[in-house]
């Protein structure tokens, strides 16, 4: 999915249980934690060589955290500068949907701009509204490569048409797996960065956190790095702190400084990896499937997005229908629904073996032999191995078996899985409700009596 982790390798985690780093306090006098600053420094030196940035904070808590003290300095950058009108964000539809809530949240305004059909930031709908609103434009918005898992063919001239209107740019570093030892946002002409360390720098991310999403910076974005008001953090001209500690999650800063460390220059590895797997993945199932978007030669970036609508329309498989099936094959569906409705986008970064990314493409594979199956009326639309997975082991070992396919056909629809067969405990439930429906669980406030 958008957010996939990268392998945390049991020697980047280690550190985490020694109680030289998990047991001092974040406000103890600077001489107490020597080595917690020399660790956070040569961090900071080394994401900025990574990034092309002047300098980092490490105080924001997550990505959105992140985009958030990014679009805090560069409101505080035009303030200073005596441009008090400057609060409008230009923010492509393609964005991760925590982008406009940043921006509202960072007080701007967000003017949405348009795509064009290969997923790119359309640049005349990018000129017209950049022009229109150049007295007031604060910044843009941008991932590199695109949430459409494409890169952005024109992101220099989408950076130069922005700057020579007076805004900055701040470029959502979710993606910085697909640019690290080959590009950097400092190179491409971004003012502001933020790194999800969970997802390109080995931080193990899930359930809420904890998180570390920090940003990087321009020498002139440099003076508003955010302060604090007990440690000493940040430029000369901070802006406050937007986090309760001075270095955010500090304790686990130490994987993402044992993974740069461990990997040096081999860090470019990562991303052919990540870029290759991608390729490989889309290549082998792109005549089952459509692939949404695409670069000029027919590649993605480091993911890439299924196009599941027809399904719908030839077998009233829906993709959430292919999600749960896929709990059968033994995977955790890639993210379903996002960036676009009705598709699913497949992240598998340079962690995945070749023996994986086979499995996942047999999986897939065999899913689209079965939506055929109901196309061609084998099944019905209402009652088929799709619609009722997934299958659990009580279900399929009950002594009542009433469904039109067999048994082995629900929980081993692959060979292999008779070697290694993972069973979800539960079956389908229905999402949308739970969503949309508070239902308490709790015992009555009698019996606490």
Same mark, same amino acid.
């Given at each position: 999915g958008s957010c996939t982790m990268k392998l945390n390798a049991a020697s980047e985690l280690f550190p985490l249980s020694w109680p030289e780093f998990g047991s001092i306090h974040p406000f103890v006098p600077k001489d107490q934690a020597a080595g917690y600053y020399e660790l956070i420094e040569a961090l900071e030196k080394d994401l900025c060589e990574i990034t092309g940035f002047h300098a980092m904070s490490f105080q924001p808590n997550s990505g959105a955290a992140g985009e958030y003290t990014g679009l805090l300095t560069i409101r505080e950058y035009h303030i200073s500068k005596g441009d008090t009108q400057r609060n409008i964000c230009l923010i492509p539809s393609s964005a991760h949907g925590t982008n406009p809530a940043s921006a509202v949240m960072a007080g701007m305004k967000v003017v949405v701009v348009a795509c064009d059909e290969m997923g790119n930031v359309d640049l005349d709908d990018l000129k017209k509204k950049t022009v229109e609103h150049k007295d007031n434009l604060a910044a843009i918005m941008v991932t590199y490569p695109s949430t459409h898992g494409v890169y952005e063919e024109g992101i220099l001239e989408l950076i130069n048409i922005v700057h020579t209107n007076g805004g900055l740019v701040y470029m959502d570093g979710a993606n910085m797996n697909a640019q690290v030892g080959y590009t950097n946002p400092g190179i491409i002409g971004a003012d502001v960065c933020h790194l999800n360390l969970h997802k390109t720098f080995a931080i193990p991310h899930g359930g809420g956190g !904890? #998180?570390?999403?920090? +940003?990087?910076?321009?020498?002139?974005? $440099?003076?508003?790095? !955010? #302060?604090?008001?007990? +440690?000493?953090?940040?430029?000369?001209? $901070?802006?406050?702190?937007v986090a309760a500690a001075p270095f955010g999650s500090a304790f686990i800063l130490p994987i993402s400084y044992a993974y740069i460390k461990m990997m040096g220059k081999t860090l470019t590895d990562t991303t052919d990896l990540a870029i290759l797997n991608a390729n490989y993945l889309k290549t082998a199932i792109e005549k089952d499937y459509k692939i949404l978007y695409s670069g000029a030669n027919g590649r993605v970036a480091h993911e890439f997005i299924i196009?599941?609508?027809?399904?719908?329309?030839?077998?009233?498989?829906?993709?959430?229908?292919i999600a749960k099936r896929l709990m059968d094959y033994g995977f955790h569906a890639p993210t379903v629904a996002f960036p676009v409705h009705g598709t699913l986008m497949v992240e598998p970064t340079e962690s995945e073996p070749l023996a994986e990314l086979n499995r996942f493409i047999d999986a897939m594979k065999s899913i689209r032999e079965e939506i055929r199956e109901i196309e061609e009326g084998k099944y019905e639309k209402n009652d088929n191995v799709i619609k009722n997975a997934p299958h659990t082991l009580a279900m399929v070992c009950n002594d009542r078996w009433d469904k039109p396919y067999s048994r082995e056909k629900a929980a081993f629809p692959l060979k292999q899985q008779g070697v290694d067969k993972y069973f979800t405990p539960v079956r389908r439930i229905d999402d949308a409700y739970g969503d949309r429906n508070l239902i308490c669980t709790c015992d009555p406030i009698e019996d606490y009596k």
């Amino acid at each position: 999915g958008s957010c996939t982790m990268k392998l945390n390798a049991a020697s980047e985690l280690f550190p985490l249980s020694w109680p030289e780093f998990g047991s001092i306090h974040p406000f103890v006098p600077k001489d107490q934690a020597a080595g917690y600053y020399e660790l956070i420094e040569a961090l900071e030196k080394d994401l900025c060589e990574i990034t092309g940035f002047h300098a980092m904070s490490f105080q924001p808590n997550s990505g959105a955290a992140g985009e958030y003290t990014g679009l805090l300095t560069i409101r505080e950058y035009h303030i200073s500068k005596g441009d008090t009108q400057r609060n409008i964000c230009l923010i492509p539809s393609s964005a991760h949907g925590t982008n406009p809530a940043s921006a509202v949240m960072a007080g701007m305004k967000v003017v949405v701009v348009a795509c064009d059909e290969m997923g790119n930031v359309d640049l005349d709908d990018l000129k017209k509204k950049t022009v229109e609103h150049k007295d007031n434009l604060a910044a843009i918005m941008v991932t590199y490569p695109s949430t459409h898992g494409v890169y952005e063919e024109g992101i220099l001239e989408l950076i130069n048409i922005v700057h020579t209107n007076g805004g900055l740019v701040y470029m959502d570093g979710a993606n910085m797996n697909a640019q690290v030892g080959y590009t950097n946002p400092g190179i491409i002409g971004a003012d502001v960065c933020h790194l999800n360390l969970h997802k390109t720098f080995a931080i193990p991310h899930g359930g809420g956190g !904890p #998180g570390v999403g920090p +940003i990087g910076v321009t020498k002139q974005l $440099a003076p508003y790095l !955010p #302060g604090h008001s007990v +440690i000493k953090t940040g430029g000369e001209k $901070a802006i406050s702190a937007v986090a309760a500690a001075p270095f955010g999650s500090a304790f686990i800063l130490p994987i993402s400084y044992a993974y740069i460390k461990m990997m040096g220059k081999t860090l470019t590895d990562t991303t052919d990896l990540a870029i290759l797997n991608a390729n490989y993945l889309k290549t082998a199932i792109e005549k089952d499937y459509k692939i949404l978007y695409s670069g000029a030669n027919g590649r993605v970036a480091h993911e890439f997005i299924i196009d599941c609508h027809e399904f719908k329309r030839s077998a009233d498989i829906e993709v959430i229908d292919i999600a749960k099936r896929l709990m059968d094959y033994g995977f955790h569906a890639p993210t379903v629904a996002f960036p676009v409705h009705g598709t699913l986008m497949v992240e598998p970064t340079e962690s995945e073996p070749l023996a994986e990314l086979n499995r996942f493409i047999d999986a897939m594979k065999s899913i689209r032999e079965e939506i055929r199956e109901i196309e061609e009326g084998k099944y019905e639309k209402n009652d088929n191995v799709i619609k009722n997975a997934p299958h659990t082991l009580a279900m399929v070992c009950n002594d009542r078996w009433d469904k039109p396919y067999s048994r082995e056909k629900a929980a081993f629809p692959l060979k292999q899985q008779g070697v290694d067969k993972y069973f979800t405990p539960v079956r389908r439930i229905d999402d949308a409700y739970g969503d949309r429906n508070l239902i308490c669980t709790c015992d009555p406030i009698e019996d606490y009596k």
